[in-house]
């Protein structure tokens, strides 16, 4: 079988079938938790049917998502709050640095101690129902953040604003002086080489998850090197959005004028 290099990703595997429906059929049976190889078999079939008939895989099949569905194809086993924890302990532990390096940026700043302060515990709080909602509907987040990524943005800016708004009380007494009392501080530098540090292994973690969860989709027909996808894309790329906010809430920090 001969690919065309002008397509890419999955769809490169599958040159009868139309770009955009290929890659919404896989999508959803990636959303579905089904095994690479499974989705590469379904592929292949609906590829062969095309280029047997020379009809559309639209004409025929429909709508991709609604196809990719009707197939009732095998999951993946759920391991529940178990198989959750390789995903939740690297988000985590970038959340918590990123928490440490926005606090740290007006103090560093004006030379002072970071405060630890109920503000801050209740950011804390914040944080852990999110992880908890990501573990409970994770397949619900990462459909929004796919098929929707303006709104899962602005929602996860929200879920941020949320944790870290709280801990901000300090530069804002008049709004939450009922959280802005410190009980105990920490020298700034220190917590922000602590949430570098948190980033930089939250990072890592994440990335070797990854490596080691790699379940490419293969086309059962041929055996090249299978070429990113649209999802392979976003999971690289959306290492870098806490990171990336890491920033923008230090320089916030940083510019917001003091007490």
């Known amino acids: 079988m001969t690919t065309d290099p002008t397509r890419r990703g999955t769809a490169a595997h599958a040159p009868h079938v139309e770009e955009d429906w290929a ?28 280029a047997d008939s020379g009809e559309g895989a639209r004409e025929t099949f429909g709508d991709p998502v609604e196809y990719a569905r009707s197939l009732d194809l095998p ?33 560093l700043r004006q030379g002072e101690a970071v405060a630890v302060t109920g ?6 709080l914040v944080l852990a129902l999110a992880l908890t909602a990501l573990a409970v509907w994770a397949e619900a987040i990462l459909r929004l953040f796919i098929e929707r990524p303006v709104l899962g943005f602005l929602g996860f800016s929200a879920v941020i604003v949320a ?15 009922g959280l802005a009392g410190p009980f105990t501080s ?24 990854r490596d080691a969860d790699a379940d490419p989709v293969v086309d059962p027909r041929s055996a090249p090197e ?16 806490i990171p990336f906010w890491s920033v923008v809430l230090f320089a916030l920090g940083w510019f917001l004028p003091g007490r």
């Open 226 to 241: 299978p070429e990113p996808t649209g999802w392979d894309r976003w999971q690289r790329w959306s290492v870098a959005i």
């Open 119 to 124: 503000g801050q515990a209740v950011g804390a």
């Open 23 to 50: 890659d919404a059929f896989v999508l959803e049976l990636r959303l579905l938790d089904v095994h690479g190889t499974v989705i590469g078999d379904a592929l292949a079939e609906v590829d062969s049917h095309c």
């Open 186 to 209: 920490v020298p700034a530098v220190v917590a922000l080489g602590g949430g570098v540090l948190l980033l930089a292994v939250g990072c890592f973690l994440e990335i070797r998850r």
């Open 75 to 107: 999951r993946m086993p759920d391991t529940g709050w178990r198989g959750m924890v390789p995903v939740l302990v690297p988000v985590g532990v970038q959340l918590a640095g990123m928490f440490a390096v926005s606090a740290s940026a007006g103090p």
């Open 163 to 177: 944790v870290v708004l709280p801990g901000a009380a300090v530069v804002m007494p008049s709004a939450m002086a």
